[in-house]
């Protein structure tokens, strides 16, 4: 399988963050990787910024298909949910064109990371949730999650709705940026390793720090990739 799904419990959770240190992980192991946004809203560019914060983490230039729109092919200018901003400029999220998109990029490139918008739950169109895209996609889950307050419920409920919905999980990435309490995020920790076993994926957890955009540091995101990628 060479797309994974980066989704979050939540928006700003660091998903661009996670998205782009994978991708950087990857390329310096030599494999061809490119990253995808689902749905970029709130758009400064005609370039997704998310996909500027994933090349710049990458050390990479926009990619060619980042240019031809192919990486994100659904831009919009209200920052929010991608059916609302969609709505807002008469239009709805046309999920082929997405899906068109992915295929491209399947063809030139080992791995595609598909980085979602918000969490699992929001909504692309009134009768499509971005959890039943995924689910009607088969990809893999990579669930990006936090030691911040509140955390705890947000992962348990995006791993069981996603198993539930026969969503294979890939992995977790903890990131510690948003941690605001040494010890509830150690506890958080404990927890969400716990819950990997349950579902067959020990040890597919990587935390991910505070990185300087300007100067990422390497980070080994091998329990992830190095498994074969079935949970
Ligand atoms: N590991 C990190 N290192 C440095 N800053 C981070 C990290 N994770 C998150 N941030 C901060 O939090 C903000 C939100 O992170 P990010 O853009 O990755 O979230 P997101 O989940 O991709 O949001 P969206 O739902 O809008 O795509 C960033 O602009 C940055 O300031
Ligand atoms: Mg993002």
Redesign the pocket.
């Known amino acids: 399988m060479s797309v994974f799904f980066i989704g979050g419990i939540d928006t700003d959770i660091g998903?661009?963050y996670a998205t782009g240190m994978m991708a950087r992980y990857l390329l310096k192991r030599k494999i061809s990787v490119i990253t995808q946004k689902l749905v970029q809203t709130g758009v400064g560019s005609t370039i997704a910024d998310?996909l500027l914060l994933h090349r710049k983490l990458m050390g990479i230039v926009p990619q060619p298909r980042d240019i031809d729109g192919t990486t994100c092919p659904q831009l919009f200018k209200f920052p929010a949910s991608p059916h609302l901003a969609a709505a807002r400029e008469n239009r709805t999220i046309d999920l082929e064109l997405i899906t068109e998109a992915t295929a491209v990029l399947q063809r030139e490139y080992e791995i595609v990371l598909l980085?979602g918008a918000g969490g699992m739950h929001v909504p692309l169109k009134h009768d499509c949730l971005t959890i039943d895209y995924v689910a009607e996609q088969r990809y893999p889950l990579i669930l990006v999650t936090s030691g911040r307050l509140g955390s705890i419920n947000h992962t348990l409920m995006s791993l069981e709705t996603a198993v539930a919905r026969g969503i294979p999980i890939a992995g977790l990435v903890f990131n510690h940026c948003c941690d605001s309490n040494s010890e509830i995020a150690a506890d958080a920790l404990k927890i969400f390793c716990n819950e990997l076993k349950k579902y067959g994926c020990d040890n597919a957890l990587v935390e991910l720090p505070r990185v300087d955009e300007n100067n990422p540091v390497e980070i080994t995101f091998a329990n992830i990739f190095n498994k074969g990628f079935s949970c």
Do not use: W
């Open positions: 998903k661009s998310d980085e």
